[in-house]
T-cell receptor, first 113, second 115 residues
């Protein structure tokens, strides 16, 4: 039962262009969503998050959009840089859930020169 | 802030052996989590502690697995009678309940290979 889904295993974009990573969820109890970035041989590092009371959160080059009716969120990276090449995980949790995160399967982003 | 530390980084063992991993969370964090990640998958929740109390265990955590956090600081995860299916990256994370609570900080993980 995959409650958080990332249907694109990989994405390739050119440096300077926009990267859009997508995530869908099925559990209506989720009310907080996070994106983590992971380099090989390292643990995931927090990137950006959004509460269900918002539909957009922006932090520098990173913006997360939430569409609650569609149970869909997306991460936009603009402009994309070679250092952004990593695996991106979408994660979700709910109030009272003890901060237990449910992760998607990840999207490998490759930013090419 | 030294971050979440995990030891060892890599462990190779033979099937049937017992292994133990250690996690040192960020010092002021009172919640500690164990996750497991296999190739092509996202991290999967195993268990978590608030202080020394183990508050939840996933059904993924069979009775061969045991986790402790005896003094509410570091934690250990032991796997008894390892099986090849236990091969995975074991990740530890910590957070501060009541703070920016939903943000977990992860360690670099312990890569377990069971031969």
């Amino acid at each position: 039962d995959q409650q958080v889904k990332q249907n694109s295993p990989s994405l390739s974009v050119q440096e300077g262009r926009i990267s859009i990573l997508n995530c869908d969820y099925t559990n209506s109890m989720f009310d907080y969503f996070l994106w983590y970035k992971k380099y090989p041989a390292e643990g995931p590092t927090f990137l950006i998050s959004i509460s269900s009371i918002k539909d957009k959160n922006e932090d520098g080059r990173f913006t997360v959009f939430l569409n609650k009716s569609a149970k869909h969120l997306s991460l936009h990276i603009v402009p994309s840089q070679p250092g952004d090449s990593a695996v991106y995980f979408c994660a979700a949790t709910f109030t009272g859930g003890g901060n237990k995160l449910t992760f998607g399967t990840g999207t490998q982003l490759k930013v090419e020169l | 802030d030294t971050g979440v530390s995990q030891d060892p980084r890599h462990k190779i063992t033979k099937r049937g052996q017992n292994v133990t991993f250690r996690c040192d969370p960020i010092s002021e964090h009172n919640r500690l989590y164990w996750y497991r990640q296999t190739l092509g998958q996202g991290p999967e929740f195993l268990t978590y502690f608030q202080n020394e109390a183990q508050l939840e265990k996933s059904r993924l955590l069979s009775d061969r697995f045991s986790a402790e956090r005896p003094k509410g600081s570091f934690s250990t995860l032991e796997i008894q009678r390892t099986e090849q299916g236990d091969s995975a990256m074991y990740l530890c994370a910590s957070s501060l309940a009541g703070g920016e609570t939903e943000k977990l900080f992860f360690g670099s993980g312990t890569q377990l290979s069971v031969l």
